[in-house]
């Protein structure tokens, strides 16, 4: 049997209740829960504290929420009317050993851990969480086309820029409802996969007018990649949708000047299946913490 392992988990939002209930599932894990205190006991079925009553000598790990901590330490509680901030003395109290966990870390977060020794684990970096993850994206991104146009995703033209994690799920399931795909990318080997799918494909720079006939844009790239040269090209009853991390891929004040409806989808599989994003953290963090 696995040594016992105390965990805390710090805020987050609707994943984090099935993420607690899927680790509590676990006999070797010990949970406390932080930033919950508007969730009946009853419901999460794990100890409640509070940060000063937190004892942290025997932590095995921490989980923050997805979003890490802000420039001033305070972490996001969906489930609490309380501010919960974490401070460089916190960290540093932290036993040497333990795993701090977030979904994406910022520099103050890095700097924390960096300075108390300990391990972060950015579980939105790691490839199995993203691939995972890239299904309920992919759903959701269907979801926001159905939502936001009056044609059928059948026989519609998508454009996904970039075919990494999220770019490939989303283009095979657009696919799979008989959209045309154009994946467009920088990357060769990326246009390489995506034709040996079955895709058109177009290198990044050569994109330009080739988008007047899309009918659904969706970025997956982190970096500004959609600008004015591209943008200007685009039929303004185009649906834009941008999946990726701030600030985005897409120059939205120029889309929005062309009425070119544009949407950020940020965190997709919180909203539309917190569920089993949740159970896919709680199974990475256990499977990392044994």
């Known amino acids: 049997m696995e040594q016992g392992k105390k965990i805390a988990i710090i805020g987050g939002d609707a994943r984090y209740l099935p993420l607690i209930h899927a680790l509590n599932e676990r006999d070797y894990i ?15 079925a794990v100890k409640q504290t509070t940060l000063d ?6 932590l095995s790990a921490v989980v923050l929420p997805i979003t890490g901590i802000d420039e001033n330490g305070k972490i996001e509680t969906m489930f609490s009317t309380h501010t919960i901030q974490l401070t460089e003395d916190w960290f540093l109290n932290l036993p040497n ?13 890095k700097d924390y851990c960096k300075k108390a020794g300990l391990q972060l684990i950015e ?17 959701g991104t269907i979801m926001l086309a159905i939502q936001n146009t009056d044609i059928t995703i059948h026989h519609s033209n998508v454009f996904v820029f970039g075919f990494g994690r999220v770019g490939e799920t989303t283009a095979n399931s657009f696919h799979g409802l008989g959209a045309n795909i154009t994946v467009v990318s920088r990357d060769r080997k990326e246009l390489a996969r995506a034709f040996e799918r079955g895709y058109e494909t177009l290198l990044l720079d050569n994109v330009n007018d080739q988008v007047t006939n899309c009918d659904i844009l969706i970025n997956t790239i982190p970096h500004p990649v959609i600008g004015e040269e591209i943008l200007q090209y685009l039929n303004n009853q185009a ?29 997709l599989p919180g909203m ?19």
């Open 30 to 44: 010990d949970i406390v829960i932080l930033g919950f205190d508007k969730v009946e006991q009853s419901y999460t």
């Open 53 to 58: 009553r937190l004892q942290i000598d025997d």
């Open 97 to 109: 050993d333990c795993i701090v966990f977030t979904g994406i870390a910022n520099q103050l977060l």
């Open 123 to 139: 579980l939105m970096s790691r490839d199995d969480v993203a691939i995972y993850n890239s299904i309920p994206t992919a759903e």
């Open 239 to 267: 649906l834009i949708i941008d999946l990726a991390s701030k600030p985005g891929g897409v120059d939205f004040e120029y889309a929005k000047a062309r009425a070119i409806e544009a949407i950020h989808a940020l965190g």
């Open 272 to 290: 539309v299946a917190p569920k089993t994003a949740g159970v896919i953290i709680a199974g990475c963090i256990a499977d990392l913490i044994q």
